[in-house]
C-alpha cells in the first residue's frame, strides 16, 4: 500500500464570542531542523467587516445612536475616539451637537478593559484543560465592580493586585510561578519551554497594547531582559495591567501615554466640497490604540448648524488587530524563524503567541505537513 500522506492541521479558537464576521488566518509552513526540531515560516492574513460602511449616508445622530450596537467589541473605546471626532468638529463648522454625543467616562474605559482582559484570559486557560472552574471568577472581572475584581484577581493569580504590581525582577516572578496553584501562574509553569518564543531582535509595527503600556515596568523589563517580547512577558504585561487597573485610579492608568489629539480640516484643502469636513478622534482599547476618521458633510448651507443637515459621508476605523494581524504585521514578523521541538510544540506555541497579541476576531491556524526532502535518486 502507498504511504499515507500527511495532512494539513487546523486549529480554531476554543472559544468566539464574536458577533460578526471575520478572522485571522495562519498559515505556518515548517522545515525540519537536527534533532526533530522544526523552523516556522508564516503568513499572516486578517479580514474584518467594514463596520464604518454601514455608517455612510446616516446623518450624525443616527450614526452615533446605532455605533455601539454596530461595534458591540470595545463599544466603549469606540464611543470615545468617536465622540472625540465630532468634538473637533464642532468648534469651527458651528454645528451644534446633541448632548448624548460626548466621551464615556474613564471608570467605563477601564471596566471595558478588565472585561476584554478577563474573557482573553479564560480562552487561554481553555487550550488545554478545563476552564470552566474559573468561570465564576472571569464573570466578576467581566462586571464594572472593582471590590469583587480585587477577590476575583486574587483567586485566578494567587497575589492581591497590590502585591501582583510589587513585583519587580526575575526572581520574583518566578517565585510566583513555582509556588502557587492558582491558573494564570499554573498556565506560565505548564509552558515554560515555550515562554521565548515570539521574541524579537527587532520589530517595526509599533505596540500600543498591555505589553507596549507596561513595557516600562520593572517586571516586564526583567522578562524581557530574559524571554525577550515573547509569551512570558506579554502575558505577564497583561496580567499586570489588570492588576493596575484594581490598585490604582482608572485615569492614572487608562489615560498615561496617551498623546493622540483629534483633527480637524476643512473640505477645501482636501479637494472636496466646501462643505465637507474630515475629522478624526483617537482612544485606547484593552488592545492598543483605535483611530476613527470620519467625513461628513453639510447638506445645507455651510454656516447651516442644524446637526439634521449633517450626514456621514465616510467612517473608516483603524483598529489594533488591523495593524497586528496583517500581512507583515507583529504577529507575522513575530513568528518568522521562531523554532520548536516538533509540529505540535509549533502548533501550540503559534496559538499561544496568537493569544497573547489578541485579535478581535476569530482565528484559524492551518500548518501544512513538514516537507522532507528525498535524496533518493531515480
Not at 503568513?43 to 463596520?51: H, K, M, Y
Not at 509549533?346 to 528525498?374: K, M, S, T, W, Y
Request: charged share 15%; net charge negative; glycine share 6%.
Amino acid at each position: 500500500m502507498p504511504d499515507q500522506q500527511p495532512k494539513p492541521i487546523t486549529v480554531q479558537p476554543t472559544a468566539n464570542t464574536l458577533p460578526f464576521t471575520g478572522g485571522v488566518c495562519v498559515q505556518l509552513q515548517l522545515s525540519p531542523l537536527a534533532q526533530g526540531r522544526v523552523a516556522l515560516a508564516a503568513q499572516v492574513s486578517c479580514v474584518r467587516p467594514d463596520a464604518g460602511r454601514a455608517l455612510a449616508g446616516l446623518p450624525i445622530e443616527t450614526a452615533w445612536q446605532r455605533l455601539p450596537h454596530l461595534l458591540s467589541l470595545c463599544p466603549i473605546a469606540q464611543q470615545t475616539a468617536a465622540a472625540q471626532a465630532f468634538a473637533a468638529l464642532a468648534q469651527p463648522s458651528h454645528v451644534l451637537l446633541p448632548a448624548q454625543i460626548q466621551s464615556p467616562p474613564t471608570e467605563q474605559l477601564a471596566a471595558e478593559w478588565m472585561r476584554e482582559h478577563a474573557w482573553q484570559n479564560w480562552q487561554l486557560l481553555a487550550l488545554d484543560g478545563d476552564a470552566m472552574p474559573f468561570l465564576a471568577d472571569t464573570r466578576v472581572l467581566r462586571h464594572p465592580d472593582p471590590q469583587g475584581w480585587e477577590t476575583a484577581f486574587t483567586h485566578l493569580c494567587g497575589l492581591s493586585a497590590e502585591a501582583f504590581c510589587s513585583l519587580a525582577s526575575f526572581e520574583d516572578w518566578m517565585a510566583w510561578i513555582q509556588h502557587s496553584t492558582a491558573p494564570y501562574p499554573a498556565l506560565l509553569h505548564r509552558y515554560l519551554p515555550l515562554l521565548s518564543f515570539g521574541a524579537q531582535s527587532s520589530c517595526s509595527q509599533p505596540e500600543s497594547g498591555a505589553f507596549g503600556r507596561q513595557y516600562a515596568h520593572p517586571l516586564i523589563q526583567a522578562l524581557i531582559g530574559r524571554y525577550g517580547n515573547g509569551i512570558a512577558a506579554r502575558l505577564t504585561a497583561r496580567w499586570l495591567e489588570m492588576a493596575r487597573l484594581i490598585a490604582e485610579p482608572a485615569e492614572q492608568v487608562i489615560l498615561s501615554g496617551v498623546d493622540q489629539t483629534a483633527t480637524c480640516e476643512k473640505g477645501e484643502s482636501l479637494d472636496m466640497s466646501p462643505s465637507t469636513w474630515q475629522v478624526s478622534g483617537h482612544a485606547m482599547a484593552s488592545r492598543g490604540s483605535l483611530s476613527h476618521r470620519i467625513t461628513v458633510q453639510n447638506t445645507a448651507s455651510d454656516e447651516d448648524p442644524n446637526l439634521a443637515r449633517w450626514q456621514i459621508a465616510r467612517w473608516e476605523i483603524d483598529a489594533p488587530t488591523d495593524r497586528y494581524f496583517a500581512r507583515g504585521g507583529l504577529l507575522e514578523q513575530a513568528l518568522n524563524g521562531q523554532t520548536a521541538d516538533d509540529r505540535q510544540q509549533a502548533l501550540r506555541a503559534a496559538e499561544l503567541l496568537l493569544h497573547a497579541i489578541d485579535p478581535c476576531v476569530g482565528f484559524e491556524i492551518v500548518c501544512a505537513p513538514i516537507e522532507v526532502q528525498n535524496d533518493a535518486t531515480a
